[in-house]
């Protein structure tokens, strides 16, 4: 098991500050993870195979995100539909989570497959309801306690809300 470090950012720029700050300081593409609502009026480029980077542009214009380079260089993005929550956007290791077996095996609901991503029950109920009203879920999945000090650090500097750190279980595919 390794250890993930999570937070809440209440707007597109508090997140964008979180994910580039998170890149500044070391942290790999595949470590970073964001799932937020989709609030656009097409879902076209969900379903086009391009590279990350156009697809990032497409999703970051979209919903507000600048020119969408930081979520560019997020892996694995592109959108999903959890019921009762609607259409999101997630990009790094949640997005695979999601999408497989943890929701799977939790009937569908975004607590569920948070909650099988190692958060407690209670943390994660918190986070689909922040999501819900528009913020942007961040993770961190980290090595050791250096990297989740730093972490957690930069989180606090940009003052994102519920900010946990807990034990991630592997997702099996």
Same mark, same amino acid.
């Given at each position: 098991?390794?250890?993930?470090?999570?937070?809440?950012?209440?707007?597109?720029?508090?997140?964008?500050?979180?994910?580039?700050?998170?890149?500044?300081?070391?942290?790999?593409?595949?470590?970073?993870?964001?799932?937020?609502?989709?609030?656009?009026?097409?879902?076209?480029?969900?379903?086009?195979?391009?590279?990350?980077?156009?697809?990032?542009? /497409?999703? *970051?214009?979209?919903? %507000?995100?600048?020119? &969408? #380079?930081?979520? =560019?260089?997020? @892996? +694995?993005?592109? $959108?999903?539909?959890?019921?009762?929550?609607?259409?999101?956007? /997630?990009? *790094?290791?949640?997005? %695979?989570?999601?999408? &497989? #077996?943890?929701? =799977?095996?939790? @009937? +569908?609901?975004? $607590?569920?497959?948070?909650?099988?991503?190692?958060?407690?029950?209670?943390?994660?109920?918190?986070?689909?309801?922040?999501?819900?009203?528009?913020?942007?879920?961040?993770?961190?999945?980290?090595?050791?306690?250096?990297?989740?000090?730093?972490?957690?650090?930069?989180?606090?500097?940009?003052?994102?809300?519920?900010?946990?750190?807990?034990?991630?279980?592997?997702?099996?595919?």
């Amino acid at each position: 098991m390794t250890k993930a470090v999570f937070g809440i950012a209440q707007s597109t720029d508090q997140a964008e500050t979180i994910v580039s700050e998170l890149k500044a300081a070391g942290f790999s593409n595949n470590d970073v993870s964001v799932l937020f609502p989709d609030k656009s009026t097409t879902r076209d480029f969900a379903h086009e195979k391009h590279t990350k980077m156009p697809e990032g542009a /497409a999703i *970051g214009g979209t919903v %507000g995100l600048g020119t &969408g #380079a930081i979520l =560019g260089w997020l @892996a +694995g993005i592109g $959108s999903l539909a959890i019921p009762g929550v609607g259409p999101l956007i /997630a990009a *790094g290791p949640i997005m %695979g989570a999601l999408s &497989g #077996a943890a929701v =799977g095996a939790a @009937a +569908g609901s975004l $607590s569920g497959g948070l909650i099988g991503l190692g958060i407690p029950e209670y943390e994660a109920k918190r986070y689909e309801e922040k999501i819900r009203g528009g913020n942007t879920l961040i993770s961190v999945h980290t090595d050791n306690s250096d990297q989740r000090d730093k972490a957690k650090k930069i989180f606090e500097r940009a003052h994102a809300e519920d900010i946990s750190s807990t034990e991630e279980e592997s997702v099996k595919h």
